[in-house]
């Protein structure tokens, strides 16, 4: 394999706002892993769940947490778990760990998941090395991926004072020598919607298509699932409904549902309890009278187990979610959450599978989603299941980044 000139990876995914962006990571690496397993990864993370990386050999740096409030029109940024301090000081530090992290490790390629800059900008210092060192023997190959849609136009200009004193900018998209998409290119072009359609850009962009932590083969049985959560042997309707939004107005209204049409009683209904959901709905929701009969379920990895032997999914329109959904050829109802730049809106829209209905929160709370559930449940037929392949794009990757080390040796 081309790629055996590359020996470290350093991996930065911020992972201010939920869980996706760590699994999301978790299944580009591994799927790298399998056809490298000598490479060594390092990730730099703000997640809350680095245990996903440590129990497939993984080692992380965790970066004091920030959560991203989404929810506010402002979209603030706190401090998740250190109140005592304010933001300037902590990404004063997080920006230390990150080039101390670089320092040490001296990677052979440094990977940036989703922001160009990093949270707040704070791998600038990182992309000037790479500005410094490009194209001389100290090197390293710099790489973005992404989902496909993003939220806002990514800062493709910063500014510095060249030795003569003049004010110049260096174009951070010119740094980048890959920029991955896990998407399909027909669900959003990225050069077109936010870089600007540069046609030098447009010739480092991969469209890999859509990704999940888990292939096919890798699905587990129905057995193996129930007895792992300690489900019985019944019809599952699944729900996840995230932690933004109304949350707890859209449970009641989906329970209410499931009790007028008599659901309770043929299905177990499983509610999956996102970790970020505040304290008091988490609380709230399993006490409401009409929440009787129903499990719920704490966050576990590998939820698309669950998903592919359910016989209808109620959930967001998030990345993951929805690539599960399709992986496994579930029925589902998708109800986006509106914020940002409306990407699980738009995402959801892409989705063009007859087992997969959309509905606003409005529609659930302001009309009876009875009918809906009732139509998707009684088809015979589902959704042919999709094949995504982390195995496949990680070897694409990889030997793309061994033909561009090799290059970059000949060119010295």
Not at 68 to 91: H, K, V, W
Not at 339 to 356: C, N, T, V, Y
Request: charged content about 25%.
């Amino acid at each position: 394999m081309a790629s055996e000139n590359i020996k470290r990876i350093l991996f930065y995914t911020h992972n201010s706002i939920g869980l996706g962006h760590a699994f999301r990571s978790l299944a580009v690496i591994t799927g790298m892993k399998r056809w490298r397993p000598d490479i060594d990864f390092l990730v730099i993370s703000g997640t809350s769940v680095p245990q996903i990386f440590f129990r497939e050999g993984i080692e992380l740096i965790k970066l004091p947490s920030i959560k991203l409030d989404i929810d506010r029109s402002d979209n603030q940024m706190i401090s998740r778990y250190l109140s005592g301090f304010d933001l300037e000081a902590i990404f004063d530090f997080r920006q230390r760990i990150i080039m101390e992290s670089f320092d040490f490790f001296q990677p052979d390629v440094f990977i940036v998941e989703h922001n160009m800059t990093g949270q707040m900008s704070e791998l600038i210092p990182v992309l000037m090395k790479k500005w410094m060192r490009k194209g001389g023997p100290v090197d390293f190959c710099l790489v973005h991926i992404c989902r496909g849609i993003m939220k806002w136009v990514p800062l493709l200009q910063i500014p510095y004072q060249n030795p003569r004193h003049r004010s110049e900018s260096i174009n951070i998209g010119a740094l980048y020598d890959f920029m991955y998409v896990l998407e399909d290119r027909s669900v959003i072009d990225i050069n077109k919607a936010f870089l600007g359609n540069d046609p030098d850009l447009e010739k480092k962009i991969r469209y890999l298509g859509k990704i999940t932590n888990k292939v096919r083969s890798e699905l587990v049985s129905r057995q193996e699932m129930l007895e792992r959560l300690g489900l019985p042997d019944r019809p599952i309707i699944l729900l996840a409904l995230g932690r933004n939004g109304q949350v707890c107005a859209v449970a009641e209204s989906l329970f209410r549902a499931f009790e007028r049409t008599g659901i309770k009683q043929s299905h177990q209904v499983v509610m999956l309890i996102d970790p970020y959901l505040d304290r008091e709905a988490s609380k709230a929701i399993p006490c409401n009278p009409v929440a009787s009969g129903i499990r719920f379920l704490p966050f576990f990895p590998d939820l698309v187990d669950l998903v592919n032997h359910s016989e209808l999914v109620i959930c967001r329109a998030g990345y993951n979610m929805v690539n599960e959904i399709l992986l496994a050829g579930a029925k589902a109802i998708l109800i986006p959450e509106s914020h940002g730049g409306g990407e699980q809106e738009l995402r959801a829209r892409s989705i063009d599978e007859d087992g997969i209905r959309v509905l606003t929160e409005d529609q659930v709370l302001a009309t009876d989603p009875d009918d809906v559930i009732l139509d998707l449940l009684n088809r015979l037929s589902k959704p042919v299941p999709h094949d995504f392949d982390k195995y496949a794009m990680g070897k694409t990757i990889l030997e793309e980044l061994g033909a561009w080390k090799s290059q970059s040796r000949r060119c010295r």
